[in-house]
């Protein structure tokens, strides 16, 4: 982990040619002015959704559905529990041991209902402590929500393709779950919306129905088209972005984009290790923006650096797509470390402490690393 | 001209089954040369074929019994306008036999004279102008290849970007440029040293790849990103962007046959942006009338039509290039993604 980043030479500017970006149309860009909160409001809208999974279905569970209900119990929890912690350590508490009952109780095949009522009351109460008002109610903002929705992992159109391709039918759920809460919060942006961009959100929002009648998977998936769900998904975030005045695909402007995460994963390198949570959630932002949009390029340019990067997130964060292998041997090999460590107090905290040194350490080096990209792309 | 190999399995599934005919305002159209137009229906798993004069669907071409699972694409040309190749990607290859191939058509006669194998995913093709290569992208392997016309065998693969897509051989059969989606990027393959010399950044998902007429320029449309890169070949760098608006969603684009127009099919506003070659600024956005999502675009040789496949609506858009509108649109197979102009021999 302590090894200098070395970026080779095809990342310098002789042969990454820049292109030129299209002039700014939108007046917001909310994942460059509110990348944590977004991230944020992401981990809690996704507990959100485990939560409706878990009573859209009946105990007992099957177990993926079990796996997916723990899960938000690891990322999506961490992506806020640090500044809510910090704001209201009491409900932080509250929450995350609601969280683990409605786990348990999923675990154990019992009736969740009493506990997924309760998480989901403490559940609003951490959003209106994490998320300030104002950008609840900021359409730009709540666009960024929805197409995060409908793209990111899990969301609607992955969680169909997911579904079909991957043969992995409870990626379906996950899809449809999504789908039902971008109704929702279209909803609430479209007053904007011209006639026609209502017809043809309601046009694609029915074209996904149709993909998504119910909650349950398909008995089959033979013959049905993977990708049928990322069409009317990417014309709908079109629509939204319009509707909304936001540009919500960071992605157009590499360079400035590249800028963007080195200037945060600076600004969450300061805050190891006294407030290594609250560092963390900005590094999930950072995550969420560097893999949808510049793992590819640096993995074609400078593997070296995807490679690098890799490694660096993983002492500092584990994200929602590592949860079914990283995250489970992880979480079996510090069990097994904390109980060697049981009889050894002193021991335990020495490993904690190393542990901190190693994320602040980590987000050190990626920091250099974003640093030479920003350089290379000339953000 | 020679192809490469016999038909096959499923040589004998032509079909000669007319599609339905949504017939809207429709001037005569008096042409020299007869030409057929070719719309890869890429859901439908099929190939609808229209009589550019009638305006009429005479043919669809079975390409799969697995719907969904095995999709028509990508459609290139011959030089000679007699024979259009299609792309097939298998989204299962582990299920039944692999049907990833690239085929041939006899515009004469609509029969499928040749397929080979053509593994990875491919998605998009092109045809070299001396007509005996054809270069794939390879998107599943993020991958671009070189097929030998004559015997169907890969001469060269060369890694590219992830999520391969457009592919253009230039003028001078020197260069081919594959596009990639996930990494923004035009990867430029020298041919003859049979090697990748460049990547160089583009718009926001890139997809479709065209030379100029003369070589100088390859201009590269960017879904997301709302433009088209043009290249100057030579220096092999982006000299300028041309932005059509974030919600554009532009797709394929066509050159003009003299080459002083780009045709580009905006599939996000359902419309056709005409765009000056000589400024490079955008002179028409033609939407009235215009199918739903146009993403595939295809010019006559005559460079008086041109035909946009609308996979929304399940339709091709005829656009009249003198008025600049739509004077025609024509019911399709399930999902058209591209369309390309076969030249009828006389």
Known sequence: MNKPLTLIAALALGSVALPGVATAQYAHAPFFDHPVELSQAYGLETIALKLDLASAFAAPYEDELIEGIEGMTGAPLARFAGTLAEKNADLADALSAALAEVAEAAEEGEDASEAIAEARELLDQAYAAVIPQALRNDPAFVGGIIITLLLAEEGVAEGYEEAVEGQEPWEYPNGWVALQRVNVLWDEVKGAATEQHLADAQEMLDLLATLYPQATPPESVAGLNPEEAESPSQRLGGIVETVVDADLYPGRDLPRLSGHIAELTEAACALYPDRDEVAAETIYAVHDLYAAHLADVAGLFAPELQEEADELFGAMIVAEDDDDDEAGEGADDQSAATAEADDDADAEQDQDDDAQVSAAQACTELSEAFTQLRTALGG | ?346
């Open chain 2, 1 to 346: 001209m020679r192809l490469f190999m016999r038909p096959g399995r499923i040589g004998a599934m032509l079909l000669g089954v007319a599609g339905s005919v949504l017939a809207l305002a429709m001037p005569a159209m008096a042409q020299e040369e007869t030409y057929r137009v070719y719309v890869a229906n890429e859901f439908g798993a099929d190939i609808s074929v229209i009589d550019s004069a009638s305006g009429e669907v005479i043919q669809t071409i079975k390409i799969s019994d697995r719907p969904g699972e095995v999709r028509p694409r990508g459609m290139a040309v011959s030089p000679d306008g007699k024979t259009i190749y299609v792309s097939v990607s298998d989204f299962y290859p582990q299920r039944e036999t692999p049907e990833d191939k690239i085929l041939a058509i006899d515009v004469d006669t609509n029969e499928m004279v040749g397929q080979f194998r053509a593994g990875g995913n491919p998605e998009r093709i092109a045809v070299s102008p001396d007509g005996t290569q054809i270069w794939a992208s390879l998107e599943a392997i993020a991958s671009g290849a070189g097929y030998d016309v004559a015997t169907g065998n890969q001469f060269a693969i060369h890694k590219v970007g992830v999520e391969a897509e457009g592919v253009a051989v230039s003028p001078d059969n020197k260069w081919a440029y594959i596009t990639a989606e996930a990494t923004h990027t035009v990867s430029i393959i020298d041919i003859a040293a049979n090697k990748v010399v460049k990547h160089l950044l583009v718009g926001n998902r890139p997809r479709v790849v065209e030379f100029s007429l003369d070589g100088t320029r390859a201009y590269v449309s960017a879904e997301i990103g709302g433009t088209i890169s043009v290249i100057d070949t030579e220096k092999q760098a982006v000299i300028q962007t041309i932005n059509l608006g974030l919600d554009s969603r532009p797709v394929e684009l066509a050159v003009a046959p003299d080459g002083k127009r780009i045709y580009v099919a905006g599939g996000g506003t359902s419309a056709v942006y005409v765009i000056d070659t000589e400024t490079n600024a955008v002179v028409e956005i033609i939407t009235e009338q215009m199918g739903r999502r146009p993403w595939g675009i295809a010019i006559t040789p005559d460079g008086k039509r041109v035909f946009t496949a609308n996979g929304l609506s399940d339709s091709v858009s005829v656009i009249d290039t003198d008025s600049l509108t739509v004077i025609n649109n024509i019911a399709v197979g399930r999902g058209a993604h591209s369309a390309e102009v076969g030249v009828v021999p006389q």
